[in-house]
């Protein structure tokens, strides 16, 4: 299950952008997961609320944003939306996906911090 070492590095990372501004606690963590990301967004919420267990972070909740798959589409010369990771073609013209704008993400965008 790689979904607990992914939550391991968050939590590291967390840690240190605590550090860095002097908090004490978060609130909530926020993630960016792309759909072809390899990681299965309900696997690492429980990896991240194991892995968060007697640490600082433990009352921290894990709030992921699923980015959709987005290609690029050189015969229409537009972005366009895939809705499904098991037909990556273009949905207007059918042309398979060569470039991906979007969906492959794994960011932490943002800490929710106490008032």
Request: with cysteine; aromatic share 4%; net charge negative.
């Amino acid at each position: 299950m790689h979904e607990l070492s992914i939550a391991l590095s968050i939590l590291d990372a967390v840690q240190d952008e605590m550090d860095q501004r002097g908090c004490s606690t978060v609130e909530a963590v926020h993630l960016k997961v792309g759909m072809l990301s390899g990681i299965v967004p309900e696997a690492l919420l429980s990896a991240y609320e194991l892995a968060a267990e007697q640490t600082p972070l433990a009352s921290a909740r894990l709030v992921i944003e699923e980015v959709p798959i987005v290609i690029y589409c050189s015969t229409c010369q537009r972005q366009q939306s895939v809705p499904s990771a098991q037909w990556l073609c273009c949905p207007v013209c059918q042309e398979p996906a060569a470039e991906f704008v979007s969906g492959r993400e794994l960011e932490l965008c943002a800490l929710e911090l106490p008032e």
